[in-house]
């Protein structure tokens, strides 16, 4: 009870959106969505931009392959700290000026990766674009806000969909594009694309104010403070980090899988094996309607098996072949589906918490899923290094493994817990 009371009195006072913050400035056309949407593509798609085109990065810089893979770690590490650094920024920044900026940086972050003479000054432009295109988790607030609350599903959905489309698709032309021009031009596309976007989102987004006046060290202190203090958000987050660990532990590693001895193949097939998981963009919406029937809990163990059971799938990929191929096409895309499904899950149960505090939420979960991430493309470099791609499958089959033991072991059974939640609160005397 003191802890529902503390969440619904000192969270509120802690980040009150002033009404007026957003609903001043017009509300959302069906074009500027579909703009949005794409800022959200282009901006994720280049946190998974190096994950196609690190083979071409060893050849050309002459590094090992293990060294190379620094680049997708360094931009996952530097997402992470976007994510927790900037986006409570969003609360003390109006927003055009907020992504306007932000999409600049990245478009001149990307051009200093492609010009790039040597591997450590790719990875520090590489981690510098991870810190800056933290886009998608600004625009998403500030469309909620600006948008009528019978329609947020929809957009929130257009959005999302947008940046599982950027996720996708960044492979699939950054392996296209550097196969037949080099691994600098990926960059160099992306480059002008962001700066492009930077320029007609600064003439096109309706004015915002800022919902928070509250210091910057005490945004982020707050972010801290609900994670300690959440069971439930503590939870969710260790379920995604777990699962998108070993989600980039494959996808940094089955490039080298795919144009190593086994296959010989081109990163033009990275990019292809991407594109077959586009059905992962069909699946969200419906695990979306599966959490409101059954609750999330349900899909959470419906999910991380099916992580173990990709990761077995994946396993079978090392044998080559038109076997290991159909092996690796059906394993990614389980991996995928299973991997945002349960994403779903998560922030259902996270959101729960109450719209007050959904912002610093919303950071606090992505900062420990991405942390998370940087470290599985990591463990993934070690693991491949050591034992080849199964030890990679092994990886992602132990850390799915470690959510569920979690998943099965609650103090408290999934019923208890949801009776809790509908049983009427006694307001304790402060």
Avoid at 21 to 46: F, S
Avoid at 198 to 204: E, F, K, N, S
Wanted: net charge positive; hydrophobic share 55%; aromatic share 6%.
């Amino acid at each position: 009870m003191k802890s529902a009371d503390r969440r619904q009195g000192t969270a509120i006072e802690l980040i009150r959106v002033p009404s007026s913050a957003l609903t001043a400035a017009p509300a959302l056309g069906r074009g500027l969505i579909c703009l949005l949407a794409i800022a959200c593509a282009v901006a994720v798609g280049n946190v998974y931009l190096a994950q196609a085109v690190t083979p071409l990065v060893a050849s050309g810089l002459h590094v090992a392959a293990a060294s190379a893979a620094l680049v997708v770690t360094a931009t996952q590490f530097g997402y992470t700290a976007g994510i927790f650094l900037l986006v409570p920024l969003s609360d003390r920044i109006a927003h055009r000026r907020l992504i306007v900026t932000l999409l600049a940086l990245t478009g001149l972050g990307l051009l200093a990766a492609a010009a790039a003479p040597a591997l450590p000054a790719l990875i520090g432009a590489t981690a510098f674009v991870g810190v800056t295109t933290v886009v998608a988790p600004v625009i998403g607030p500030m469309a909620a806000g600006l948008t009528a609350p019978e329609r947020r599903g929809v957009v929130s959905g257009t959005l999302l969909s947008g940046s599982l489309g950027g996720m996708l698709m960044s492979r699939v032309l950054g392996g296209v594009i550097a196969e037949h021009f080099g691994w600098r031009a990926p960059y160099l596309a992306t480059a002008a694309v962001t700066l492009v976007l930077a320029v007609i989102l600064a003439r096109t987004l309706p004015g915002t104010s800022p919902s928070s006046a509250r210091p910057y060290p005490a945004l982020l202190a707050e972010t801290v403070r609900l994670l300690r203090t959440q069971p439930d958000l503590r939870r969710s987050t260790y379920y995604q980090a777990m699962v998108f660990a070993g989600f980039s532990a494959v996808w940094t590693q089955v490039a080298f899988l795919l144009t190593g001895p086994r296959y010989h193949m081109s990163t033009t097939a990275v990019g292809m094996l991407a594109l077959v998981n586009a059905a992962t963009m069909v699946c969200t919406p419906a695990a979306g309607r599966l959490v409101d029937r059954h609750g999330p809990d349900v899909i959470n163990l419906v999910c991380l098996p099916a992580v173990i059971a990709a990761a077995a799938l994946l396993a079978l990929g090392s044998r080559g072949g038109t076997v290991g191929i159909t092996c690796l096409l059906a394993g990614t895309l389980l991996l995928d589906v299973a991997m945002q499904s349960g994403m779903v899950a998560n922030q259902v149960r996270i959101y729960a918490m109450g719209t007050e505090t959904a912002g610093r939420v919303k950071t606090a979960y992505m900062t420990g899923a991405y942390l998370a991430g940087g470290m599985g493309s990591w463990l993934g470099t070690r693991a491949y290094a050591l034992f080849g791609w199964t030890g990679v499958c092994a990886l992602v089959a132990l850390l799915a493994g470690l959510a569920l033991a979690r998943h099965l072991t609650p103090a408290r059974t999934a019923r208890a817990r949801h009776a809790e939640a509908l049983a009427p609160k006694a307001v304790t005397p402060r």
